[in-house]
């Protein structure tokens, strides 16, 4: 049974630095899609990161590259968004989602998969950005 266990949200001030970490377990493929989603109150919810974790191929938003970071400690199958210089607009709740098995898919000109790519879900975390 796959499961996506999210964990590091809370509040920070304008420009400061969070990290989320999604523990990801019930698979053993050594290749697979791994995103960071998010959706602010009255806003549909849109795509911040993906890795593939075979290549380390990492994929971001143009609205958060340059500021986050997604990375993975296989060992531990545990991904991680690393989130700096934060901004009130970052406010949302997080989600982690998982492909297992399944290449990063990019469609069109996106610059990530969208979230019909993948199947398993996390509950989510609530990251708060004060300004």
């Known amino acids: 049974q796959v499961q996506v266990v999210e964990s590091g949200g809370g509040s920070v001030q304008s420009g400061g630095s969070l990290r989320l970490s999604c523990a990801a377990s019930g698979y053993t493929y050594s290749g697979n899609c791994i995103g960071w989603f998010r959706q602010a109150p009255g806003k549909e919810r849109e795509g911040v990161a993906a890795i593939y974790t075979r290549r380390g191929t990492t994929f971001y938003a143009n609205a958060v590259r340059g500021r986050f970071t997604i990375s993975q400690d296989g060992a531990k199958n545990t991904f991680y968004l690393q989130m700096n210089n934060t901004k009130p607009e970052d406010t949302a709740m997080y989600y982690c989602?998982?492909?297992?098995?399944?290449?990063?898919?990019?469609?069109?000109?996106?610059?990530?998969?969208?979230?019909?790519?993948?199947?398993?879900w996390g509950q989510g975390t609530q990251v708060t950005v004060s300004s």
């Open positions: 989602a998982a492909s297992p098995g399944r290449g990063c898919q990019l469609l069109g000109r996106n610059p990530l998969p969208s979230a019909e790519e993948f199947q398993y």
